[in-house]
């Protein structure tokens, strides 16, 4: 069976030639959309900053022998090569016992213990065999 051939002087277009316009046009709609989506963080929750965050706002305590070096950030007076200082010295010398502890690495004074001692703690992860011997 033949398709009936376009007549030279027939202006509408043929049915391959619709498809492919239908397919481009959907294309150019969704590039848009994802542009569009993009730029505007519409998949992400809308957020409100009340106003400069300062360190005495922190309300969390972070375990010094299990934060990365880019959560130690955040205490004050800690610059990333000090946060660094502490993960590294961590993982050399094992896990720290005490706060005070902190003023033995490099670059970590006892000033800047005593500046983050309100929100780092040492060993908080609890005993698995003292949970155990508590439910018997």
Known sequence: MQMPQKQSGDPSPTK????IIFFLATTLFMSAVVIAGRDRHWWMPKTEIA???VT????IRLDANSAPWYE???LPKLGEAKA???VAYREKHGRFKTI???ANVQGVGTAIVD????HITVGTTPDVT???EQRR
Do not use: F
């Open 16 to 19: 391959r030639q619709l498809h």
């Open 51 to 53: 106003g400069s965050p």
């Open 56 to 59: 005495e706002d922190i309300k």
């Open 72 to 74: 130690l950030v955040l």
């Open 84 to 86: 660094k200082a502490i």
């Open 100 to 102: 005070d502890d902190l």
């Open 115 to 118: 500046a983050i001692k309100d």
């Open 130 to 132: 003292a949970l155990e």
